[in-house]
């Protein structure tokens, strides 16, 4: 079979996680409108027939700033280490600046075959597609420009093949029914992580973590889960909670519902807010974030 680690790099919100959820056709990775939503490597597993292509999906890479932002990019910098090929994303209605050319420079001086995908082609006219792909057919060593829309799909079966057509032949390295390396644990704080940022204005998002502290399969087939949104400051944590608590049941609502979906069981989630000041700050903490927190 043909088999292999893909590396999906790209700017922060270019919408490299929805393309792997969109290959994968599970929900792998958080998906939120601000930049910087994706933390950690997260692989996701596409499966077919005569086939297994591993993606990983790795933070928007930039600058950092703090702890966390450095274990981001440290996190990037072990998921395009020994890989098959590489997926670098744009968004088709950005432009192509020096970040974007260090890394599309660096990964063809590897001599690994690497895929400039050109994303969000539904929401720009046909026009400035051409005019993306026209920009960037002088650069040589690039397997293919492919432009796709992440979100409704188009192009995403076409990037699919070109993939498994660089793989090597090889084993599984997966089980063939699992899509992603992550426990269910994990996905659980990024599901609640997720509606906190949709939920959330723009600036307490990025200062929360979730650290999921009980999962348990009851007898009756009902899964109880405790987990602890953390925040930074303390006047952060009465804007979560919300008027009367109805930020908090509004983010454990949309969480619970998904995490019914994930686990096909009815859900019992118990949402704590806890204050640890400067947590991004902390890099002990960064290696666990996500995870468990249990020294809070
Ligand atoms: N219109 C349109 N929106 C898209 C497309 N792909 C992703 N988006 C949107 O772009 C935003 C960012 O998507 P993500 O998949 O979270 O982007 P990302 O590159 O993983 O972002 P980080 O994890 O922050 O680096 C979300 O609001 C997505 O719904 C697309 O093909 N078309
Ligand atoms: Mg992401």
Redesign the pocket.
């Known amino acids: 079979m043909k088999s292999g680690f893909v590396s999906v790099v790209?700017?922060?919100?270019?919408?490299?996680?929805?393309?792997i959820?969109t290959l994968v056709g599970e929900k792998v990775?958080?998906?939120?409108?601000?930049?910087?939503?994706?933390r950690d490597k997260i692989l996701g597993i596409v499966n077919g027939e005569g086939y297994q292509v591993v993606l990983a999906?790795?933070?928007?890479v930039h600058t950092p700033k703090n702890a966390l932002s450095e274990y981001m990019m440290k996190s990037v910098g072990s998921a395009v280490e020994g890989v098959d090929a590489y997926i670098y994303?744009i968004?088709c209605s950005k432009k192509i600046d020096d970040v974007d050319m260090q890394y599309i420079n660096k990964f063809i001086s590897s001599g690994i075959p690497l895929f400039i995908v050109i994303?969000?082609?539904?929401?720009v006219k046909p026009e400035a597609i051409g005019q993306k792909i026209d920009s960037l057919k002088d650069l040589k060593g690039v397997k293919a420009i492919i432009p796709?829309?992440?979100?409704?799909g188009k192009n995403c079966d076409l990037l699919l093949k070109e993939l498994v057509n660089v793989l090597p032949e090889g084993v599984a390295y997966y089980d063939t029914d699992s899509y992603t390396d992550k426990t269910v644990r994990f996905m659980v704080g990024e599901i609640v992580r997720e509606k906190a940022l949709r939920l959330l204005g723009d600036e307490i998002p990025y200062g929360i973590c979730v650290a999921v502290n009980r999962y348990e399969e009851r007898d009756d087939g009902l899964v109880s889960i405790d987990a602890d949104i953390v925040c930074e400051k303390q006047a952060h944590k009465s804007i979560v909670i919300g008027k009367g608590g109805a930020m908090i049941k509004k983010i454990s609502t949309m969480a619970r519902q998904d995490i019914e979906k994930l686990v096909n069981a009815k859900v019992y989630l118990n949402l704590f807010v806890k204050v640890k000041e400067n947590w991004r700050d902390s890099a002990s903490l960064v290696g666990l974030m996500g995870y468990n927190i249990k020294d809070l």
């Open positions: 790209g700017k922060p919100n270019v919408g490299k996680s929805t393309l959820n990775s958080i998906v939120s409108w601000k930049p910087q939503t994706t999906d790795c933070p928007g994303v968004a994303n969000k082609c539904d929401e796709v829309s992440a979100l409704t």
